[in-house]
Structure formats: C-alpha cells, structure tokens
C-alpha cells in the first residue's frame, strides 16, 4: 500500500504502561469517515524484533467532521516523493499522515490460557458410523475431524494468532462408560476396514434406547505475535464438540448396501 | 455450558495493567502452569451459545445499517433515527458522520453491504450485568458512493471496496437485545479480500 511508504512521526509505545488493542489505537472513525474511505485500516508488519503497526490516514480537511483523537488523529502533513501531491492535496484541502507505532513484540509476562480466553476456536465435529443408529452387540465407530485451528485476534494488545490443536478426545457414550483417546479416530472407510468392524474409537451398546453421545476435544494452545515464533501456553482446553443421539436396535433389520452374494464384504458377510 | 464460561474468562485491560504490574513487582517470579478456571457471569447469559450470539449480532447489525444507509442517503438528516440501533461510541460516531454530512451538503448512493460475520468473544455478564459480543465482519462499499450538492463523487480516491471492522455489541441498561456500541476498523490481513 503506498501509504506504507510515508512514515513521519513515529510513536513508541511503551506496551507495559497501558496496553492498548492495536485496532483500537485511537478514537472510533465517524460513519462519514468510514464511508468515504479516510479510515485506515491498522496493518502489522514484522520488523527487527518488533510488533510494527502502522496506519495511513487520508483526511478531507474541509470535509467531515474528521477522524481525530489519539492515535488515529490527523498526522502532520507528509510530503509523498511518489503520486500524492502534498501541494495540491493541500490546495484541494486534503491531505495525508502516517502514524506508525512500535512496541516490543516480546510480550511482558507470561500468557495463560485466560490471556486467549477471546479466541473462539472451532470445535471439531462428533461423528458416527452407521449414521445416526445403532445396533446393539456391534460396534459402532465414532471419530471426530477436529483439527488444528489458527485464530487471529488481540492478545495482551497487540495482534496476535493463537493456535489450537487438538490432543486428546472424550467420548461419553451415555451408557454409563466413556472412553478417553489421544486419536480423533477414523471412518471405517478411511481406516480400509468394513463396517461394524472395531476400532480404537468404537464402542458396543449392550442394551437398545436412545443414547446421547457426547465429545469433549481437549486443546493445546500457542500464541504467536508477528515476526516471533509459536509459545505453548501452558495447560489445556477443553471444549464440548456437538452431542449426537442416536437410536440402539437389536438387529433383526439392518439395511445393508446389496447382499451377500453382490458385496460379499458388506457388513454380516 | 461449561465451555462458554472457561472461555469467557478474560482479563479487562485495567486488571491487565494490574496483574502486569504485579507480574512486573515480583522479579523472577513467574506464574505456574495455568490451569482453566471458571468466573461465574454475574447474572443470565443473554444468549445460550456462541450462534445465537452470533445471529443476534448479525441482526443487531444489519439494522444498524439500514439504518445508517438511509439517513446518509437523506443526507444525514434527522439523525437521531439512529438511537434505537446505536449506543455510545457506535452512535457518537454515527450522529458526528450525520452532522458531517449536512454541514458540507453530501448525501450517499446505495447500500452497504457486509459479510463474513465472525464471532471474536461473547462475553456475558461483562460489566455491571451486561452481556458484550464482539465480532469481526467485512463491508462492502462498492455499491455506494457519497456525492456533494453538485453530484459530484467525495469519496477517496483508491476507497478500500471491501474493509474488515470489529463490531461491538451489548444489551445496555440490561435490555433483552444487543445493538451496536462500537464500530472500528481491524487489521486487514486480506480477510475481506474475495
């Protein structure tokens, strides 16, 4: 972006006095400012080991109502050696700034899970094999396709993205037994095994009724600030994946995919 | 849920600061590993998961910008119509762009659009009982325009189409909906890009 290439007045943030959110450096743009594009978009780049945000403000000085105040405030007027013509925008009663503010991108302390608490992950999903039902005395395969998640968002102030990833899964089977795993588990498909085969995520229903089967995933976490590397957070979160319920029957009657003799490898064969 | 609680336990900024300071205070001392702990909200959750959350911020939103959208459109006039849609910063920042909007004799074409609604925290019970959802959510400019009293497009030259902004929302004064507090421009890291 060519306002990139303006800075003028640099503003060093001591991070420790006051942490502020980076997108929130300053007063909120009035709707005018907004809908006439004079609202920078605050952009973080990586410099040497430095968090760097930086944004460019572009005002009507004759225009709105403006879009002052701290931080986002209009900016001294600031010569551009490339298209922007400082002379002519001032004549025209625009003009141009750049505000460009340095913190430290170590952060000051130790980030706990509670630091993160504002990054919603996605919760990996709580599947079933057969889909929906249940034979009693079979197995009945359960995996789940939880899987590493980047969030971004504003930790201790500063940009920041957060990664989860999933490290153990619970699976409560609403019969009074659960099963704790460290492997999301598999459809029998992907596993090449035929179905109502077991698998170490299956479980056997010993009595027909409805079940609710519940899934918690449990996550590890890391934060990662522009231009540093990932930092485990220590402990884990555990966060409630969607509850399944599903109908056990004594299989008198199983729909299969053809019989026997056409698909010899079909569940009973 | 137990979920929504655990993950709901963040640090305001000036318990930050504090908690900062005492980090700083006690030299050499690091905290143990952080195990999850649970704050109990100070009274019911307006919303029972992070979706319905979610939707109601969408809802709350789009009015918003109907809202917004008309009273530009009629040149920022009689702009108190935005009071039942907008709180605090979020209406202090509207009613200055209507002021804005008369003083110089623009009015604004078209509607905006917006998309890509994103949950960044749902936090009930965040101050004195008040539930406060933050998302995140991409506008669309590119059918709009704003012109002057000879027709004339204002709008910057190089107008970003499509901009990513974090919303806020609360049910102030403890009123069963949410509505816009807050509105502010967010890092673009090419997440409105289509």
């Known amino acids: ?269 | 849920m137990p979920y929504l609680v655990r993950m709901r336990t963040i640090l305001r900024p000036a318990a930050a600061a504090l908690v900062l300071f005492a980090a700083l205070a006690a030299t050499g001392c690091t905290p143990g590993p952080a195990k999850p702990h649970t704050l109990a909200p100070s009274s019911t959750p307006l919303f029972a998961s992070d979706e319905e959350a979610l939707a109601a911020a969408e809802e709350a939103y789009a009015a918003y910008q109907t809202t917004e959208d008309q009273i530009f459109a009629e040149g920022g006039v009689e702009g108190e119509r935005i009071r039942p849609v907008a709180v605090r910063e979020a209406r202090k920042a509207a009613i200055n762009g209507f002021r804005s909007f008369m003083k110089n004799g623009y009015r604004a074409t078209g509607l905006t659009r917006f998309d890509t609604f994103e949950l960044q925290e749902y936090e009930p019970g965040a101050s004195d009982g008040e539930d406060v959802v933050s998302v995140y959510v991409c506008l669309d400019f590119s059918q709009t325009d704003v012109l002057d009293s000879n027709g004339r497009s204002v709008v910057t030259p190089g107008r970003a189409l499509r901009q990513p902004f974090q919303l806020r929302f609360d049910n102030a004064a403890g009123a069963d909906k949410i509505v816009l507090s807050s509105r502010e421009p967010w890092t673009d890291s090419g997440q409105c890009v289509i």
């Open chain 1, 1 to 269: 972006m060519r306002y990139l290439a303006l800075g003028r007045v640099a503003l060093i943030v001591a991070l420790l006095a006051a942490p502020t959110p980076a997108s929130t450096a300053g007063a909120p743009c009035n709707a005018d400012s907004i809908r006439l594009g004079q609202c920078p978009s605050p952009t973080t780049s990586i410099t040497n080991g430095g968090v760097q945000l930086r944004a460019g403000v572009e005002t009507r000085s004759n225009g709105s109502g403006g879009n002052g105040g701290p931080g986002w405030g209009r900016g001294d007027a600031a010569p551009d050696p490339g298209a922007w013509n400082e002379e002519q925008a001032r004549a025209n009663g625009n003009y141009r700034g750049v505000y460009e503010v340095v913190s430290p991108a170590t952060p000051p302390r130790v980030v706990t899970l509670n630091d993160i608490a504002n990054f919603a992950p996605a919760v990996g999903g709580n599947h079933m094999e057969p889909n929906g039902w249940i034979v009693v005395g079979l197995d009945t395969n359960f995996y789940s396709d939880a899987a590493p998640r980047v969030v971004e968002g504003s930790l201790l102030g500063q940009p920041a993205a957060v990664r989860f990833t999933p490290v153990a899964w619970r699976w409560i089977y609403g019969d009074g037994t659960s099963k704790f795993s460290t492997s999301p588990g598999a459809s029998w498909a992907s596993l090449n095994l035929r179905e109502f085969d077991p698998t170490p995520t299956s479980h056997v229903f010993a009595a027909p009724g409805s079940y609710a089967i519940d899934l918690t995933v449990e996550y590890s976490a890391e934060y990662q600030f522009a231009g540093t590397g990932w930092v485990a957070i220590a402990g884990t979160i555990e966060l409630p994946a969607n509850r399944i319920v599903a109908t056990a029957s004594d299989a008198n009657t199983v729909l299969v995919n053809r019989d026997c003799r056409q698909n010899p490898g079909g569940p009973g064969c």
